[in-house]
């Protein structure tokens, strides 16, 4: 099992930068595939990017795609998503997940789940 906890969001203005940070504990981080996702008020639980376990593959929401990177440091047991060129659209609670068997973009492919940190992105 392992827990996550997200970090590093907050307010910005559009065009802005932010970068979330995702802190794992347990069992061995380097076995676990990971993914970003958001949820915005009143929308459903969206993928934004994942990252394989062994840092080889990555894949990104085509709305986010040239504006956020995700990236992985196993030796700090921390996952990262760079956020570049905010916009008001990206205002949401992120979200880090873990995966045993996939980089997938679907929540039920998630089997641990951080509580969320919120992106509020002004116009």
């Known amino acids: 099992q392992v827990k996550l906890v997200e970090s590093g969001g907050g307010l910005v203005q559009a065009g802005g930068s932010l970068r979330l940070s995702c802190a794992a504990s347990?069992?061995?981080?380097?076995?676990?595939?990971m993914g970003w996702f958001r949820q915005a008020p009143g929308k459903e639980r969206e993928f934004v990017a994942s990252?394989?376990?062994?840092?080889?593959?990555?894949w990104y929401a085509a709305s986010v795609k040239g504006r956020f990177a995700i990236s992985r440091d196993n030796a700090k047991n921390t996952v990262y998503l760079q956020m570049t060129s905010l916009q008001p659209g990206d205002t949401a609670v992120y979200y880090c997940?873990?995966?045993?068997?996939?980089?997938?973009?679907?929540?039920?492919?998630?089997?641990?789940w951080g509580q969320g940190t919120q992106v509020t992105v002004s116009s």
């Open positions: 997940a873990a995966s045993t068997t996939t980089w997938g973009s679907t929540v039920s492919e998630y089997d641990y």
């Open positions: 347990g069992r061995a981080f380097n076995t676990y595939n």
């Open positions: 990252i394989g376990w062994n840092d080889r593959n990555k």
